[in-house]
């Protein structure tokens, strides 16, 4: 049996210019569009939340002074002693 095909010289991949410039125009504008609506935004936990004066001290040099490294150095050679 022999069958023919109906619309033989059109092809699924064969748009039109003024189609094919209209839908990559379409998409760019969809685009834009998402871009220009999403906004960003940051979320905090409640850790981050309590490095805040953790952080405000830093920056003031509360950490600075020689008998508070001396301290830090203390603690931190008790926790993860030399080997």
């Known amino acids: 049996m022999i069958v023919d095909s109906?619309?033989?010289s059109m092809s699924l991949s064969s748009v039109p210019p003024e189609k094919k410039s209209q839908t990559?125009?379409?998409?760019k504008t969809e685009t834009e569009k998402k871009v220009k609506?999403?906004?960003d935004s940051l979320m905090l936990s409640s850790q981050a939340l309590n490095m805040n004066p953790i952080q405000a001290k830093l920056n003031s040099g509360a950490y600075d002074k020689p008998e508070v490294l001396n301290d830090v150095a203390k603690k931190l050679n008790q926790l993860y002693p030399p080997a």
């Open 6 to 8: 109906i619309n033989s």
């Open 37 to 39: 609506n999403q906004g």
């Open 24 to 27: 990559e125009e379409t998409k």
